[in-house]
């Protein structure tokens, strides 16, 4: 189980005024669940994001998982960046290996592991590829085989697919779910994309700004597997959108949908 518990983070302009991001947010997400912050730019979704990572600070709250506070990074959890964040340097192989060889793991097995990860999201044949001779659709891919090859507790993902195109997008979507669908992690997802977040999650949590706070709750309830022209065609879809916009749109707090 995550657990955030009163998560507030506040910061301080140059002229020393403060501004709130995030406002005693408390959230619980059960293990294995595919859950998407929604929101739009300035809410505070990725500071959130980072928090549980463990690579920003919060100010005030804490947040747990399994019952053990978080103080910084760990190996139960794995982060994607919209930017991928790979190594110009290393080959698609060297970078799916980078975590595993940064736990330790010797070369023999976590190259068997990588290997196989890299098969998963469709590049073998390109582990010799350096990032910039691939397109920015299979950098992420080697992001999310990455990802995936350190079987992490909870992954993290921060607009993952916001910079690629929207066909590339659907495909990315669909490999993300086909992997989840395999390995049953914890998937804690940003997202600006109403349509991105309900055809993903079993949750979409809402978020508005100034501060950053919860506006609505909201379960899909959609069946597994996703058929995405099954799905987005459905009256509980459109239903979702329409619940989705309402909270987004909303002016302050709204309850939980």
């Given amino acids: 189980m995550l657990n955030l518990s009163q998560l507030t983070k506040i910061y301080s302009n140059d002229d020393g005024a403060r501004q709130v991001v995030l406002d005693a947010i408390n959230l619980a997400v059960p293990d294995n669940q595919f859950c998407c912050l929604l ?25 747990t998982i399994a019952g053990l506070a978080v103080h910084g990074p760990g190996q139960d959890r794995s982060m994607v960046f919209q930017n991928y964040g790979l190594l110009p340097w290393r080959t698609v192989l060297g970078n799916v290996e980078f975590g595993l060889e940064i736990r330790g793991v010797g070369i023999s097995e976590r190259r068997e592991i990588c290997r196989e990860y890299i098969k998963r999201v469709g590049l073998t044949g390109f582990e010799s590829h350096y990032p910039h001779q691939i397109s920015g659709g299979m950098q992420q891919r080697v992001a ?9 507790n ?39 994309s109403i349509e991105e977040a309900i055809y993903l999650s079993d949750r979409v949590i809402v978020m508005g700004a100034h501060p950053g ?18 799905i987005k065609q459905s009256p509980r879809f459109a239903e979702l959108q329409a619940i989705c916009r309402r909270a987004l749109q909303a002016g302050g707090r709204a309850e939980a949908a």
Avoid at 144 to 152: D, E, H, T, V, W
Avoid at 157 to 184: G, H, N
């Fill in 154 to 192: 909870i992954l993290l993902m921060d607009e993952p697919f916001a910079a690629v195109d929207m066909q590339t997008r659907e495909m990315l979507q669909d490999e993300l779910l086909r992997i989840w669908s395999m390995m049953k992690t914890t998937v804690l997802f940003v997202t600006h």
């Fill in 39 to 63: 929101g739009a730019s300035g809410c505070g979704k990725t500071t959130l994001l980072r928090i549980v990572a463990g690579l920003t600070q919060a100010d005030g709250g804490e947040v």
């Fill in 144 to 152: 999310l085989a990455r990802a995936f090859s350190k079987k992490p």
């Fill in 213 to 230: 706070h919860i506006r609505a709750d909201v379960t899909t309830g959609l069946a597994r597997p996703r058929i995405a022209s099954d």
